[in-house]
């Protein structure tokens, strides 16, 4: 089955924790990417890569950082520093430039 | 930077009431992507409309692509429950890179049977 897995899907964390979500894809996609969803709103552009080894900030990188040493992995690491962590958090890859893309089913971190 | 807007924000229907809505640019796209969202779910892509003008259908759904490129609808005839969830637009090319989406915030279309 090809697709996009990320994990967990809850994820509970103390204020003042860094903490790592995985996204796995084995659709043989070169870009990825990470969305920040809040209730009732849309999707907010984290962090995306075109390619390996390469990645860029998007609309609300602050307090976020990302790796994405191979093809199919891009972990989103939510540290400290960022001031409303808890939210629904979806990654997505995509065949390449203006493609449609897919996405994962979501992991839900609160911190409190 | 771009944005786009759709509206309305809500909708109710009665099961077998049709429904659109209507999504607006401020820039030119290359292409217009329509995504629906189950709740609890993720967005799932429905369909990329990419010249002026273009009209697509997927069985009740009907989206269509502004002659300028500009805006796009999605109108669903005779809705079912099965047609509840939030349909988000989006369009590449903010921030100057067609990597990037430019979502919606979306229609949150709910049914009574």
Redesign the interface.
Known sequence: DGGITQSPKYLFRKEGQNVTLSCEQNLNHD?MYWYRQDP????R?IY?S?IVNDF?K??IAEGYSVSREKKESFPLTVTSAQKNPTAFY?C?S?DG??Y???????TRLTVT | GQQVMQIPQYQHVQEGEDFTTYCNSSTTLSNIQWYKQRPGGHPVFLIQLVKSGEVKKQKRLTFQFGEAKKNSSLHITATQTTDVGTYFCAGPGGGGSNYKLTFGKGTLLTVNP
Do not use: M, R
């Open positions: 870009a009732g709103q849309g999707l552009l995306y075109q860029q998007g609309d979806l997505a995509s430039e203006g449609e893309q897919y996405f994962g089913p979501g």
